[in-house]
């Protein structure tokens, strides 16, 4: 008998640290920035809070399969071991060669560990492949393929092709067996996401992180998310929520406006954040445009986004909701019946409601969503030229174009309200304009030279004097930050147009979700519906506060200051300054409740 017969989960168990430490270090040197530096003892703890954190547990875990079978085949030495378990170490390569590498890809994008969430957006793959080059795809998906081959192909080889009892193997089984049932025992019921966070800097800590760990933890939370984030008991939740939403905030405080029935032109500006606008201490070469129209109209200088993806900032803004950290209210059609329609309301009070993208509509369900809430035209990359479309649709000089055509063209004795969604702003960052040297930075300069263009050409139209025109994006990017800067959060918020009473500049702390409840009452339409969206403007809206999240945690600012707080590590990364946790209590309440409002619908 060959010694490798008796060892090869050992062999296996060694192999699997030592992709789990390659992988760790291939995720800090691609996704650590360019101008900052980890050093060899920064790798060398990462490697050993990742190994007595997560890896060691995993792999006892991952190999418990070979470890029963080996047991039953000393049983039956006729059993073909290998043969039966090539099935299984396929399966396990697979699994965790695409978790792995698929992790290292998306957190340049996403900047948190891959966890169950990016199951909504793999089942809309378009918005991937048109990110990126087929380079990039080919390159990585290479890499993931070899990392595969390389966990496959030496636990098939190392796994005996049977197993034959004797001495020396019955007690290496009976001492394997004691060790195995331990280790099995403590690593699933007492290994955690957040023993991996030892660090003050956020990469660090996600870098110790195993990922297949974290996202098997995650898709392994109880089925609905309201029993998952359920912190607090009724009473409590109640004393938390208190004052937090106003029931009544119908009133009029302060009047922007010149009309009560003006047209409305929103215009969506993909990922623009405010780390691209000067006014919010963003880069100040980005937008000189924005910057020309900010002192003309009434500027929103404390105004947060509510998420990171498009999906989620569309129902904010048009539905009035918060957003979820693992929820899209746009892709979920269930919950559509329940949720507020500001088109729907625009429409009762004589509006022609109409919405314009030049992308594809079915990526994430954005025309299902559309459509049920009401918006009568929905205007796509269907109604453009095939030579005008790019990868993601037709640049936003093109639909500027045909927005501004849709707009002049109207009846001018009929009230309208229309939405120009841009994309130019977006991955690969192809763009016909080059007055920036930085890829990133130059498309947003062309989203914001665009933006201009077409409210510069409105200026001269007779539709003018009767527009109000709110330009605001629907998330933030993360260029050169983390989600532990609030920043990130931070976006750019005008209302301009003729009819816009005078320029203003708003200090008053808003969310994205609180803009329906806000326009609907400058425009005279009720809002009692919106339970979720604050009318900042009331006499009763005496707690401003923004509250802000994506599918690793949580942030919650207010006068006191700001807290983020961390879902998978269930611990603060940011607390400034510390006021013992009553922000992130307030987070943690508003998550809960709005998660049972969700819920409580079905």
Same mark, same amino acid.
């Given at each position: ?9 050992e062999?296996?168990?060694c ?16 996704n ?12 060398l ?10 890896d060691?547990?995993?792999? !006892?875990?991952?190999?418990? &399969? ?5 047991l ?8 073909p ?12 390569g ?8 698929a ?11 891959i ?15 048109n990110s ?7 390159t990585r998906?290479?890499?993931?393929? =070899?990392?595969?081959?390389l ?8 796994t005996p092709?049977?197993?034959?009892e004797? %001495? ?13 049932i ?20 956020l ?7 195993n ?36 029931e ?23 990922s623009?954040?405010? %780390? ?9 070469? !980005? ?11 009434v ?9 990171? *993806?498009?999906?989620?900032g ?16 746009m ?6 019946? /329940?949720?507020?329609s500001? $088109? ?12 314009l993208?030049?992308g ?9 969503y559309l459509?049920? /809430?009401?918006?009568e ?5 269907t109604?453009? *030229?095939?030579?005008e ?15 501004f055509?849709?707009? &002049?063209? %109207? ?12 994309l130019s ?5 192809? !763009?016909p304009?080059?007055? =920036?040297?930085?890829?990133k ?11 201009g ?17 709110? &330009? ?7 260029y050169?930050?983390?989600f532990e ?8 918020? =005008?209302?301009t ?17 609180? =803009? ?14 919106? %339970?979720?969206?604050r ?19 949580? /942030? ?24 013992r946790?009553?922000?992130? *209590?307030k $987070? ?15």
């Open positions: 008998m060959r010694q490798r017969d008796i060892h090869f989960l062999y296996q168990f192999l699997l640290l030592v992709i789990f430490a390659i992988a760790r270090i291939v995720f800090l040197w691609y650590n920035p360019a101008d900052d530096t980890i050093g060899v003892m920064d790798v703890h990462v490697l050993r809070t990742g190994l007595l954190a997560h060691l547990s995993l792999s !006892v875990i991952l190999l418990t &399969v070979p470890w029963v079978f080996s039953v085949a000393l049983r039956y030495p006729h059993w071991l290998r043969v039966i378990l090539a099935p299984y170490y396929i399966l396990m697979f699994s965790v060669g695409l978790i792995l590498t992790d290292c890809v998306m957190y340049e994008f996403w900047q948190f560990k966890s169950a969430v990016i199951l909504s957006y793999a089942a809309s793959p378009e918005g991937a492949t990126v080059s087929q380079l990039f795809l080919f998906i290479g890499s993931g393929v =070899l990392l595969m081959l966990i496959i192909i030496p636990c098939i080889l190392f092709t049977k197993m034959q004797s %001495k020396e193997q019955k007690i290496w089984t009976r001492n394997l067996s004691i060790i195995w331990i280790l099995l025992s403590v690593s699933v019921f007492f290994t955690r996401t957040g023993d991996a966070y030892q660090y003050d800097r990469l660090l800590n996600h870098a110790s992180v990922p297949i760990w974290n996202f098997a933890a995650s898709y392994c939370h109880p089925q609905r998310p309201a029993d998952r984030y359920e912190v607090f008991g009724e009473k409590e939740l109640a004393q938390l929520m208190e004052g937090l939403y106003p009544d905030t119908e009133d009029v405080a302060d009047t922007l406006l010149n009309s009560t029935k003006p047209n409305v032109l929103i215009i969506f500006m993909e623009f954040g405010g %780390k691209f606008v000067k006014e919010l201490g963003g880069l100040p070469e !980005v937008s000189p445009q924005l910057s020309r129209m900010i002192p003309e109209g500027f929103w200088e404390n105004y947060y986004s509510c998420s990171f *993806r498009t999906d989620r569309t129902t904010s803004t048009f539905s009035g909701f918060p957003s979820y950290p693992d929820v899209s209210l892709k979920e059609t269930c919950w559509h019946r /329940m949720l507020p500001f $088109a729907r309301n625009m429409e009762k009070a004589g509006y022609e409601t109409s919405y993208y030049a594809a509509m079915t990526n994430m369900g954005k025309r299902t459509e049920n /809430m009401g918006f035209t929905l205007i796509d990359d109604s453009f *030229r095939p030579d479309l790019t990868g993601w649709g037709a640049q936003d000089e093109v639909s500027a174009r045909k927005a055509n849709l707009i &002049v063209e %109207k009846d001018t004795t009929k009230q309208w309200m229309m939405v120009w969604q841009t702003s977006h991955e690969p960052w192809d !763009v304009y080059n007055r =920036l040297s930085d890829k930075l130059n498309a947003f300069a062309y989203t914001d030279h665009c933006v263009e077409l409210i510069d050409s409105l200026r001269n139209q007779p539709q003018w004097k009767n527009l109000l025109v709110i &330009v605001m994006p629907d998330h933030g990017f993360l050169d930050q983390t800067d609030p920043e990130f959060w931070h976006s750019p918020m =005008l209302w147009g003729g009819a816009v009473k005078e320029a203003r500049r708003m200090t008053i702390l808003m969310n994205q979700s609180d =803009l329906a409840s806000t326009l609907l009452s400058q425009l005279g339409i009720s809002h009692k519906e919106y %339970k979720w969206s009318n900042v403007l009331s006499r009763n809206y005496v707690n401003p506060f923004v509250y802000c999240n994506y599918p690793a945690g949580l /942030m919650l600012k207010d006068k006191t200051g700001t807290s983020i707080y961390d879902l998978s590590a269930n611990t603060p990364i940011v607390e400034s300054p510390d006021d946790g009553v922000r992130i *209590r $987070a943690q309440a508003i998550l809960q409740s709005s998660y049972d409002a969700l819920f409580s619908e079905q």
